[in-house]
């Protein structure tokens, strides 16, 4: 399976209560979060991301430039085609934007998997995306990196998989990610693949989180151009 096949599901409905302001809307280097996001899917060869906003939704259409009656349409944005969803009910947690989008999957598209990821999850290396595509094969319906002992993300899940968690109540104790691959590991539906990029376990929270994570990725910037430069 080519990334290119492959929608990336980026959830940002929450209230972002920890940081103070939109995870997406963080700005570094003149981009915004969300915009290095879609950028960095766009390099390895992705095409098509689906942002699930809720509380902030105007905040982020702003900065998107889209007006309520555009969200039918793909967006260009960061080098890819932007869908922009709407959690109705933010407030029932990431397994409601995860719902919004498993819908949208089966309405709208012909799609056979997606990557889930965290908004506040940096997207990992392009060998790592590629890892986890290919061993999406019949019968698996969810793939996840694995660094150390540590699960991360993005996962990487079935348009069966998708299908049926999206008529789960989204109220009930099973409406968590989670518990559903724990469930489809009884079926042998679930590979987890060993990978040494360590972003699949970051998880960028607080203002000293972010700080740091720009920090790096300032000086990985910099030994790159320098690299190049020899």
């Not at 397994?95 to 506040?120: E, G, N, R, V």
């Not at 999406?136 to 996840?144: A, D, E």
């Not at 040494?196 to 790096?216: I, Q």
Request: net charge neutral; charged share 20%; with cysteine.
């Amino acid at each position: 399976m080519e990334l290119a096949e492959i929608p990336l599901i980026l959830p940002a409905a929450g209230k972002s209560s920890r940081l103070g302001s939109p995870k997406g809307l963080q700005t570094h280097a003149r981009r915004t979060w969300l915009e290095i996001q879609c950028q960095s899917y766009a390099k390895v060869g992705g095409r098509v991301v689906a942002l699930v906003l809720g509380y902030d939704r105007d905040l982020y259409l702003d900065a998107l430039g889209c007006t309520h009656d555009r969200l039918a349409d793909a967006l260009p944005y960061g080098g890819c085609s932007l869908y922009v969803l709407h959690n109705l009910s933010p407030e029932f947690g990431p397994f409601s934007s995860l719902q919004q989008a498993c819908h949208w999957i089966k309405s709208a598209t012909d799609y056979q998997a997606a990557f889930f990821l965290p908004i506040d999850t940096p997207l990992p290396s392009a060998t790592v995306l590629r890892e986890l595509a290919a061993a999406m094969k019949s019968g698996i319906n969810v793939v996840l990196p694995r660094f150390g002992n540590r699960g991360g993300h993005p996962v990487l899940l079935s348009r069966a998989f998708l299908a049926e968690i999206s008529v789960i109540n989204a109220l009930s104790a099973d409406a968590r990610l989670d518990v559903e691959i724990r469930k489809e590991q009884n079926s042998g539906s679930v590979v987890s693949i060993a990978v040494t990029d360590s972003r699949v376990v970051l998880n960028l929270n607080d203002s000293e989180a972010w700080e740091r994570y720009f920090a790096e990725l300032d000086a990985s910037l910099l030994t790159t151009s320098s690299a190049g430069r020899l």
